[in-house]
């Protein structure tokens, strides 16, 4: 039995463009999937304003709740959330037909702890309202590899992966077009890959593991954009895996990450908002769930800047469980979470900054 749920043998970095919109059901025929023109990214946007409002932060902000909008429909397990501006929300999501059963006796089969388990993988929109407008289907019945992670938006697609429900696995890399939820893969990978991001400006993306324990880091095709314009080599015409590096916080889990640019605060580095939780303490003394967002360096994975939050849902799960999007309204900073499965409502919170002398 468990032999018959190992893994599929191992595939390798490579470059596609093969369509993954399998099915599309479209709940208001009227109304389109995304904004025209679409907005821009955090980075072509409000990046800088985000550090600078960011680092005012602490223990004892206060954070206001703004609204709470339940979403209409299962959202099943709410993966990744993307605000393309005040009145589209789209969100990955992941269905769970056949749960994964962990293999007994701890045992380890081609790297991994557990069967494949059975789902599909789906990116559903919602108006500002919560109404559902439209829900594709991005994964094939049987596709081993129909868990979505978290998602970004470069201001053209959205990126997002396609893993296995498993740790050390595979997984696949793929962009969708914002307007009509087509969806080409970029990349395949030997393990499982969570949240992502993409720095446009280095022609790269970085994708999170299992847990995001570590980030491995992906040259596109074209290579850097800094880079003096040249016809690229063989080795520029597919994915090149840059590195891999560990996560050396054990704070909190990162579940959804956004980039945010090179931001002159951080010398130019390329950062990204991460927001997670972790469940700390034992059966045996007790555990709690901790919840947290951080800018973190990209490149390194070392958060520049933590704070921790508290809040939860009324169904009293941390609302950094899972998805996560900002954005600076009106000077001020406000955080999106849809933290609930299956009955989800997204929780619009903003920051009332922190006095500097209060500890």
Request: with cysteine; proline share 8%; glycine share 8%.
């Amino acid at each position: 039995m468990y032999l018959q749920n190992a893994l599929l043998p191992l595939t390798s970095l490579l470059w596609a463009t093969t369509s993954q919109a399998l099915n599309i059901t479209i709940s208001q025929p009227d109304v389109a999937f995304a904004p025209s023109p679409l907005p821009p990214s955090h980075t072509q946007s409000d990046g800088n304003a985000f550090v600078s409002l960011f680092q005012s932060l602490g223990r004892t902000t206060v954070w206001t709740l703004i609204s709470a909008t339940p979403f209409s429909g299962s959202t099943w397990e709410p993966e990744g959330l993307i605000r393309l501006g005040p009145d589209r929300y789209i969100v990955s999501c992941g269905e769970y037909t056949s749960p994964t059963v962990k293999y007994p006796n701890s045992l380890i089969i081609i790297g991994t702890d557990r069967s494949a388990g059975a789902g599909f993988a789906h990116l559903v929109v919602f108006s500002s309202n919560g109404s559902r407008i439209a829900d594709a289907t991005l994964t094939a019945p049987g596709a081993v590899e129909y868990h979505t992670g978290g998602l970004d938006y470069d201001g053209e697609w959205i990126w997002a992966t396609l893993a296995q429900y498993r740790p050390n696995s595979t997984a696949t890399v793929i962009k969708i077009d914002p307007s009509t939820l087509e969806s080409e893969e970029v990349l395949r990978y030997d393990d499982h890959l969570g949240g992502i991001v993409h720095d446009v400006d280095e022609s790269s993306v970085t994708a999170l593991n299992w847990g995001g324990r570590n980030a491995t880091r992906f040259r596109l095709p074209g290579g850097c954009s800094h880079a003096p314009t040249q016809s690229p080599s063989p080795s520029q015409s597919t994915p090149r895996k840059i590195k891999t590096v560990r996560n050396p916080s054990y704070y909190v889990d990162y579940q959804d990450c956004k980039f945010r640019g090179h931001v002159a605060a951080y010398q130019g580095r390329a950062v990204m908002l991460c927001s997670g939780v972790a469940t700390i303490g034992s059966t045996a003394t007790g555990t709690f769930n901790l919840g947290g967002i951080a800018i973190v360096d990209v490149e390194t994975m070392v958060p520049l800047d933590e704070v921790p939050i508290t809040m939860t849902s009324e169904l009293g799960v941390p609302v950094t469980q899972n998805p996560v999007d900002v954005a600076v309204v009106d000077g001020k900073l406000r955080l999106y979470w849809l933290p609930d499965q299956h009955n989800s409502t997204l929780y619009v919170y903003e920051a009332q900054p922190d006095s500097p002398y209060e500890y």
